[in-house]
C-alpha cells in the first residue's frame, strides 16, 4: 500500500547529513567531524532550573505560544543583542526548535506552486519542508560570491511566483555571513514586494569579527526572524527555538503551531528563561574557543593547499576538493575507509554543493589536531 503515501513525502529523502553519519557509524576508529551540535555541556545553571522546574511540577501545558515570562525574556534578548524590537504578547512564538519554527513559517506562507529562493550550498532542512508545501525551492548559484547570496544574485531568481527569500546567515554548511551593507542591498530590492524574507539565525551569537545584523532592523514588516539556543547555549536537545514576526502574521502562525504541537516542552521553557536572563552572555566563552578552533582548522587547510574559503560564523568550513578529482560522496568515503576521518559530502548541502565537503570544528582542539593529522597523511598520499 505504500502507492498511497503523500507523493510529496514520498519525494523527499533523510538529510544527507544524518544519512552518512549513519553509514559510517559503524567503522571502526573514525574521527567524526560531521554533526554540527556544540561540544559544550548545557551552561549548570541552566541545567539547575530545568531540574528545579520539574521539581516545582512545571509539568503541565503552557500558553500555545510559551510562558509569557520566556517570550519577554527571549524579546529582551533581540532587543538588547541586536536592537530588534517585538512585542511578547503577540510577535513570538516559542517553538520546538528552530527546524519547528521554519516548518510552521512555510506552512503558513506558502502555496501549491510558490517559490521559495535558496541560497545554494545551503543547510538541507528546508528543500523538504518547502516541498510538503507543494511549492518549489529555487537554488540560487553563491559559489562565485564567496557563498553569500546578495541583491544581484536574487534579483535573477525573482518572478511572480516568488513569495520567500530565505537568508540562512551565519551560514551552515560554509561559515560566511552577510554585511550590513549586503542585507541592506536585499532589503532595498525586496522593499513592497510581496516576498517573504525568512532569515534563519540560529547562528546569530557565534559571529567572530565584528557584530551579527539582522535585516528585520531594515525590513520588519516582510521578516520573519528565526533563532534559538541550541547553538548559543550548547542546548540542542532541549528544543527551544522562536519564531519573530509582525503581530498580522504571528497570530496565523500561532494556529499552525497550536496544532502541531501545542507548546514546546515546560521544563525547556524554564531552562530557557533562565538561558535568556542569567546566561544572556553564555555564549561568549564558547565564541572564543570556537574562533581558536577556526584559525587552527583554517591554517591547517592552508598549508595542506587545500582551497577553503574562511568564515566568520558558526563552526563549520566548506573547503574544495576539486583537487582529488572525485565526488565528495566518493571523497568522504575515502576518508573514512583510508584516513578514518568522517566530513559531510558537500552533496547533501543541494547539487550546488558538490566539489566539497562539510567538517565541523565543535570538536576539542585534541581531537581536531588528530583529524588534521589523518587528512594530513591523506593529502600527501593523494596529491
Request: a negative charge; one cysteine or more.
Amino acid at each position: 500500500m505504500e502507492h498511497l503515501i503523500n507523493k510529496n513525502v514520498q519525494s523527499i529523502e533523510i538529510s544527507g547529513i544524518r544519512k552518512f553519519f549513519n553509514m559510517v557509524a559503524d567503522y571502526k576508529d573514525v574521527i567524526s567531524l560531521t554533526i554540527g551540535q556544540p561540544d559544550f555541556h548545557t551552561p549548570d545553571h541552566v541545567k539547575t532550573a530545568g531540574i528545579k522546574a520539574i521539581e516545582k511540577n512545571f509539568t503541565t501545558y503552557t500558553h500555545n505560544a510559551g510562558y509569557i515570562e520566556l517570550r519577554t525574556a527571549a524579546c529582551q534578548f533581540l532587543e538588547r543583542k541586536y536592537n530588534l524590537v517585538y512585542k511578547p504578547e503577540t510577535e513570538v512564538i516559542t517553538t520546538t526548535g528552530a527546524s519547528q519554527a521554519i516548518d510552521i513559517v512555510f506552512r503558513t506562507i506558502l502555496e501549491i506552486g510558490s517559490e521559495v529562493i535558496l541560497p545554494g550550498p545551503v543547510y538541507p532542512g528546508y528543500e523538504p519542508l518547502i516541498t510538503l508545501c507543494g511549492a518549489v525551492p529555487v537554488y540560487a548559484d553563491t559559489r562565485e560570491n564567496g557563498f553569500r547570496l546578495t541583491a544581484d544574485i536574487i534579483e535573477k531568481h525573482l518572478t511572480a511566483n516568488t513569495r520567500c527569500v530565505v537568508l540562512p546567515y551565519p551560514s551552515n554548511p560554509t561559515g560566511v555571513t552577510l554585511s550590513e551593507t549586503e542585507l541592506r542591498d536585499i532589503a532595498t530590492l525586496l522593499e513592497g514586494k510581496d516576498i517573504f524574507i525568512l532569515s534563519d539565525e540560529i547562528y546569530s551569537e557565534l559571529v567572530f569579527e565584528g557584530k551579527h545584523h539582522s535585516i528585520s532592523s531594515l525590513l520588519r514588516e516582510q521578516t520573519i526572524v528565526i533563532n534559538g539556543l541550541s547553538k548559543s547555549h550548547s542546548m540542542t536537545g532541549w528544543r527551544i527555538g522562536f519564531v519573530y514576526a509582525p503581530q498580522w502574521l504571528t497570530r496565523h502562525m500561532l494556529k499552525v503551531h497550536q496544532y502541531n504541537v501545542s507548546c514546546a516542552s515546560s521544563i525547556s521553557q524554564q531552562a530557557a528563561i533562565e538561558a535568556l536572563t542569567n546566561g544572556i552572555d553564555d555564549a561568549s566563552p564558547m565564541r572564543l574557543e570556537y574562533m581558536k578552533r577556526l584559525d587552527y582548522v583554517y591554517n591547517r587547510l592552508v598549508a595542506m593547499n587545500i582551497d577553503v574559503v574562511k568564515p566568520n560564523g558558526a563552526f563549520y568550513l566548506f573547503p574544495s576538493i576539486e583537487k582529488f578529482g572525485m565526488s565528495s560522496f566518493d571523497l568522504a568515503m575515502k576518508l573514512v575507509k583510508e584516513a578514518g576521518i568522517a566530513v559531510v559530502p558537500g552533496s547533501a548541502f543541494s547539487t550546488y554543493g558538490e566539489g566539497y565537503v562539510r567538517l565541523s570544528y565543535a570538536y576539542s582542539m585534541e581531537t581536531l589536531e588528530k583529524a588534521l593529522d589523518r587528512l594530513e597523511t591523506f593529502v600527501k598520499t593523494h596529491s
